[in-house]
């Protein structure tokens, strides 16, 4: 059960330092390789790993108990999505009259084209959609999350990516560490199926 968790800790820490690089590639600012880089000198110290995430937690505790409940989590996502709907409505309003007319949403268009390589398409969001979220916006999780053993599970992710145990995390790092976990769920999608032998057999 441990191991469960701490894969999963591994997993959503890997994929918010994973969502930094998207946004990265698709911004006009100059930005950090790794979302949670605050001072956007490519590494992630472990106060910027662990304090980032758990801040999200406590900003989303409405109520302040030290957990984060399954409605205070869909809160948090709601508020999340308006954000960014208000952002990218901002950044189409070119004269800011509160109204998008053609010139400005063809401009914006191709603008998200240039961006991604791509054509562009309005509301797509990144890859992540709405999934991306902190240590404790686990997908399926129905049961609160206490922020401290959540503190205690990032903790435990940034050791392990931290190879060199130097107290930061590189984009080389943060690489090995998407690496093995997709060797992991490699090998537990191999032990999940059952052998020609013993399918045969039955």
């Given at each position: 059960?441990?191991?469960?968790?701490?894969?999963?800790?591994?997993?959503?820490?890997?994929?918010?330092?994973?969502?930094?690089?998207?946004?990265?590639?698709?911004?006009?600012?100059?930005?950090?390789?790794?979302?949670?880089?605050?001072?956007?000198?490519?590494?992630?110290?472990r106060a910027e790993f662990i304090d980032g995430r758990i801040s999200r937690m406590a900003a989303i505790d409405a109520n302040r108990d030290g957990l984060v409940s399954p409605e205070e989590r869909q809160s948090g996502r709601d508020t999340r999505r308006t954000q960014r709907v208000s952002a990218r409505f901002e950044t189409l309003?070119?004269?800011?009259?509160?109204?998008?007319?053609?010139?400005?949403?063809?401009?914006?268009?191709?603008?998200?084209?240039?961006?991604?390589?791509?054509?562009?398409?309005?509301?797509?969001?990144?890859?992540?959609?709405?999934?991306?979220?902190?240590?404790?916006?686990?997908?399926?999780?129905?049961?609160?999350?206490?922020?401290?053993?959540?503190?205690?599970?990032?903790?435990?992710?940034?050791?392990?990516?931290?190879?060199?145990?130097?107290?930061?995390?590189?984009?080389?790092?943060?690489?090995?560490?998407?690496?093995?976990?997709?060797?992991?769920?490699?090998?537990?999608?191999?032990?999940?199926?059952?052998?020609?032998?013993?399918?045969?057999?039955?």
């Amino acid at each position: 059960m441990k191991t469960t968790v701490l894969a999963t800790g591994v997993a959503i820490a890997l994929a918010t330092l994973t969502t930094g690089t998207v946004l990265a590639q698709t911004s006009t600012r100059p930005a950090p390789a790794m979302r949670a880089d605050a001072d956007g000198d490519r590494r992630i110290s472990r106060a910027e790993f662990i304090d980032g995430r758990i801040s999200r937690m406590a900003a989303i505790d409405a109520n302040r108990d030290g957990l984060v409940s399954p409605e205070e989590r869909q809160s948090g996502r709601d508020t999340r999505r308006t954000q960014r709907v208000s952002a990218r409505f901002e950044t189409l309003d070119k004269d800011g009259n509160g109204a998008i007319d053609r010139e400005e949403f063809a401009a914006g268009d191709k603008m998200q084209g240039e961006r991604t390589g791509r054509g562009g398409r309005h509301g797509a969001g990144n890859r992540h959609g709405d999934r991306r979220g902190g240590a404790g916006d686990r997908p399926g999780t129905t049961e609160p999350v206490s922020i401290a053993e959540a503190r205690t599970r990032v903790t435990a992710v940034f050791d392990r990516i931290d190879a060199d145990r130097d107290g930061f995390i590189t984009v080389e790092e943060r690489r090995a560490g998407r690496a093995e976990m997709r060797d992991q769920r490699r090998s537990r999608r191999n032990a999940d199926q059952p052998s020609p032998s013993a399918t045969a057999s039955e």
